[in-house]
């Protein structure tokens, strides 16, 4: 799923949460669980093809650019496993709201990159098996 409609969902959710509870922080908190966790996309870019050109590939498929074929995907922060221990942490450790509306947006984040990337198998966003199969892209997703 591109980062615009990520950044665009995350916008709409924020202003929603903005108009619901008037608070600030929950917007923003909102918005940025739903766009940071794209940020592990600079990690996959810079180790395929150094750190300055991957920056210049991935700049190009923000902007609508085509799709570069990465031989490994990594994506640390797009993870079940994490999502999980996040909400142990929110539940039993951290119960702010702020903490629980940037959770929602990544999970919202990863619902909608599950559901939604052409190629993604039950498996995909399970670090896991990521690093069970050495982080091949033809093991994780189907195209």
């Given at each position: 799923?591109s980062?615009?409609?990520?950044?665009?969902?995350?916008?709409?959710?924020?202003?929603?949460a903005?108009?619901?509870?008037?608070?600030?922080?929950?917007?923003?908190?909102?918005?940025?669980?739903?766009?940071?966790?794209?940020?592990?996309?600079?990690?996959?870019?810079?180790?395929?093809?150094?750190?300055?050109?991957?920056?210049?590939?991935?700049?190009?498929?923000?902007?609508?650019?085509?799709?570069?074929?990465?031989?490994?995907?990594?994506?640390?922060?797009?993870?079940?496993?994490?999502?999980?221990?996040?909400?142990?942490?929110?539940?039993?450790?951290?119960?702010?709201?702020?903490?629980?509306?940037?959770?929602?947006?990544?999970?919202i984040?990863?619902?909608?990159d599950?559901?939604?990337?052409?190629?993604?198998?039950?498996?995909?966003?399970f670090?896991a098996?990521?690093?069970?199969v050495?982080?091949?892209?033809?093991?994780i997703?189907t195209?």
């Amino acid at each position: 799923m591109s980062p615009a409609v990520h950044l665009a969902t995350g916008a709409a959710l924020g202003g929603g949460a903005y108009l619901l509870t008037g608070d600030a922080a929950t917007a923003a908190a909102l918005l940025a669980g739903s766009t940071a966790i794209d940020l592990d996309h600079i990690y996959d870019y810079a180790s395929a093809q150094g750190l300055r050109a991957g920056l210049g590939v991935l700049a190009g498929r923000i902007a609508g650019g085509p799709n570069v074929r990465l031989p490994r995907l990594y994506l640390w922060l797009h993870s079940w496993e994490l999502m999980a221990l996040l909400a142990f942490v929110w539940f039993f450790r951290f119960p702010d709201p702020v903490f629980f509306s940037a959770l929602l947006g990544l999970g919202i984040h990863m619902v909608m990159d599950q559901l939604g990337n052409p190629g993604a198998c039950r498996v995909t966003y399970f670090l896991a098996y990521r690093i069970f199969v050495g982080f091949r892209r033809e093991d994780i997703v189907t195209n």
